[in-house]
């Protein structure tokens, strides 16, 4: 069957009035210039009892997956790891009631809609805790399994929540400015080299939004304590998800979800197909439906 019916873009999207409306045009300005933003916790109304509620709803889950007891000012639990993100938990949207606010909020929808669309969906829900260690993060693009050249428009966003202060001594991420205009991964002699990087310094409660193309790595950590953050990975409704929701939860729970997290873990997406064949509504109400509410 041919698709040329089904909208293709989100060609209504009034995605501007969404970003201008929370006073974030300057940093729709960013994600065009350099392909990342940092969103200061003052503008993504991350108060600092919400910081520190999300940190602590991060750091329980993370003991309750591992039975290892976080601490914040030694990083001893998480130090030295092998991995370059240190310990990384998916599937944690549903870990705490918290996290569902943390992916609903509003600015961090906005940037993310703007970047991939009204029919954007969430990719995954992780979490990291870093503690002091060697190992640095190669430069990447987020755009996994998809060979280049990319389109110059993101196919895959981030919106990052960083819980502790970031610094190149705390393990900040890093980013190479314009490189999502590049629509390619770094080559494996650009991947390393730290010419190529600027690292992030900023605030606990900060979000840092940025185009799946654009390449970023991470600083090990060089001094004592945790890292913290939730990675909110988004993709177009096109691309496959990497964290499956709708295969463990149950229709009640699903229908019991607040419709928008109902549509972003892709209860409502047009792809699969149902046994019966496309359901031509859903691509319309897609690209159309869940207009953001403004506080
Ligand atoms: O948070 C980090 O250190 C890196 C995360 C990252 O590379 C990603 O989320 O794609």
């Known amino acids: 069957m041919s698709l040329a019916a089904y909208p293709s873009r989100d060609m209504d999207f009034d995605a501007l009035e969404e970003v201008e409306a929370l006073g974030l045009i300057s940093h729709v300005g960013e994600l065009e210039a350099r392909g990342y933003t940092i969103v200061p916790p003052e503008i993504a109304a991350a108060t600092p009892s919400f910081v520190e509620d999300l940190r602590a709803a991060a ?9 290892k007891s976080p601490d914040l000012a030694t990083g001893a639990a998480q130090a030295g790891l092998r991995g370059a993100t240190g310990e990384h938990h998916y599937y944690m949207l549903f870990e705490a ?7 609903l909020n509003p ?17 995954s829900f992780s979490l990291s805790l870093k503690g002091p260690g060697e190992i640095p993060l190669d430069l990447h693009s987020d755009n996994g399994m998809i060979p280049s050249p990319f389109p110059r428009y993101a196919q895959v966003a981030n919106a990052t929540w960083i819980l502790t202060d970031y610094s190149r001594e705390a393990g900040a991420l890093c980013f190479t400015p314009g490189s999502h205009a590049w629509c390619r991964h770094p080559t494996l002699e650009e991947v390393g080299d730290p010419r190529n990087a600027i690292p ?14 654009t390449w970023h790595g991470a600083y090990p950590r ?14 177009r409704m ?13 229709h009640e729970a699903v229908a019991a979800l607040a419709p928008e997290v109902r549509r972003l873990i892709g209860a409502d997406a047009p792809y699969p197909f149902p046994r019966e ?3 031509f509504r859903q691509f319309i109400d897609a690209t159309t439906k869940g207009k953001l509410q403004h506080h």
Not at 200 to 213: C, D, M
């Open 200 to 213: 992030v310094t900023a605030p606990a409660g900060s979000l840092i939004v940025w185009h799946g193309n």
């Open 59 to 67: 750091l329980s889950a993370a003991e309750r997956r591992t039975g």
């Open 277 to 279: 064949g496309p359901q």
């Open 238 to 250: 096109y691309l496959r998800q990497q964290e499956d929701y709708l295969r463990f939860l149950t």
């Open 107 to 123: 600015v961090a929808q906005a940037l993310i809609r703007y970047l991939l669309g009204r029919s954007c969906v969430l990719s």
């Open 97 to 103: 009631p918290i996290f569902q606010q943390a992916l």
């Open 222 to 235: 060089s001094i004592p304590g945790l890292r913290v953050n939730i990675i909110m990975y988004f993709c």
